[in-house]
């Protein structure tokens, strides 16, 4: 994938000398620290160029692209190679989803799906591309985590993922993945949603209890941050929330690695700040995400404000989901939103339920709400292992047309508004069908 990178660098280099860039980025967290890594080692490079941060990647929107640019995809456009083919200029694309059709010769494909196994996010690519131009884009190295935490690729730390936290300046500590980790216990606790702790989040009192039976005891009143636990206390306080989840066999997914990054001076939790971007992208503003990245203080405040909006308006998408009825079957559930739910906040609204301890290994949790004419569907497994998700999505839509892209645990699609029911209908075919052949 290195060799790849600098044929891409080279290639650029040789186009951009006749041609402007044009950037285009998802505008998830992985997304929107792609693109910033990206646009800064751009202007070090001193290249003009022009930045787009997109939802999605359809046909409409790429054959209106313009051919006399180099057009660049960031964490998107592996799942949109045929409507590429027809593009007349080069196309690069920076990107670890996975691939589902044959690579034009006008594209020049990076991705580490093509070159090994490790899986690493879009963000630690683009740091992997700056750094080989520069080693002055160490300092971006920061990014690169909060991309990989974002798209929780962050579990497994391999080769690459090594050389990115061997350059950031990064705290690793093994615990509990509550967020921010930085914060009182008590109140990390409290206001912790993802993941969801029955009978703990959202109660004082429930927390108060936990943290009593962890013997882990206020200082003067106030409660240490989960990062000082020393790793006793760390393992009371796990024994405690083990002993409140109704199904163990996913617990495990509550434990991992804490990365606390230094960002605007300051060590903050990657996770913490990996919903925070995801949070200013998902409220319609991705360019205060961006500019929050960064490091503009004036975006910094605004991205605050918006994150505390963000989260009353998950909760309340939260408690929606709570008292409606849902469509249920063997090992999955359908959750219909329609408008009740943003479109751009339902696949978070997933991946919380997804990492409940409430739901059982193996459940297909998804999950739609309208996005004016279309309908936005999120699909999500509950635990590390069970069926495709990406795949029963694509087998659901063949009939209807869509656009479908992610990963086996957790991918979506657009379909048409007037599909609603064809789609379900077909949806339920698939995954009853899933769960026989099982």
Known sequence: MLEKISLAIKRIEELSR?????????????????????????????????????????????????????????????????????KKTEVFIFDHHEIAQEIPQNVMMINP???????????????????????????????AVIGMVGDLLEKDIGKYFSDVLNDAETV???????????????????YSFNPYIPNVSGRREG???????AGIAADNGKYRALYELNEEEMTKLITAMMLRSPDKSNFEEMIGNIFLVKFFNKLEDARELSALVNACSRMDSPETALGFCLGNK????????????????????????????????????????????KDTIIGTVASIISHSP??????????????????????????????????????????????VGGHPNAAGCLISKEKEEEFI??????LDVEVVRV
């Open 18 to 86: 006749s041609k402007r860039i044009r950037v285009i980025s998802h505008f998830d967290t992985d997304g929107i620290t792609s693109a910033a890594i990206f646009s800064r080692a751009l202007k070090r490079w001193g290249k003009e160029f022009s930045l787009q941060i997109v939802k999605n990647l359809e046909s409409e929107f790429i054959n209106k692209l313009n051919d006399e640019e180099i057009l660049i995809f960031l964490d998107l456009a592996s799942g949109s190679l045929e409507h590429l083919r027809s």
């Open 298 to 341: 004036t975006f910094k405040e605004d991205a605050e404000k918006i994150y505390i909006d963000y989260k009353q308006s998950l909760l309340s998408a939260l408690e929606y989901v709570s008292g409606t009825e849902k469509i249920e079957g063997r090992d999955y559930i359908i959750i219909n939103s329609k408008d009740k739910i």
């Open 172 to 190: 690793v500590k093994k615990g509990l993945l509550i967020y921010p980790s930085t914060r009182p216990l008590n109140k990390a606790l409290e």
């Open 113 to 143: 799906l093509l070159d090994s196994d490790e899986r690493i996010s879009s963000a630690a690519i683009c740091y992997l591309f700056a750094k080989k131009l520069s080693n002055e884009n160490m300092d971006l190295a920061n990014l």
């Open 207 to 213: 927390v108060i209890e936990l943290l009593r039976d």
């Open 358 to 403: 409430l739901y059982p290994a193996g459940l297909v949790v998804v999950a739609l709400g309208y996005n004016e004419d279309k309908i936005k569907v999120s699909a999500r497994i509950v635990g590390k292992k069970g069926r495709n998700v990406r795949e029963i999505l694509s087998r659901a839509v063949v009939s209807i047309g869509g656009e």
């Open 425 to 430: 209908s077909e949806l339920r075919k698939v």
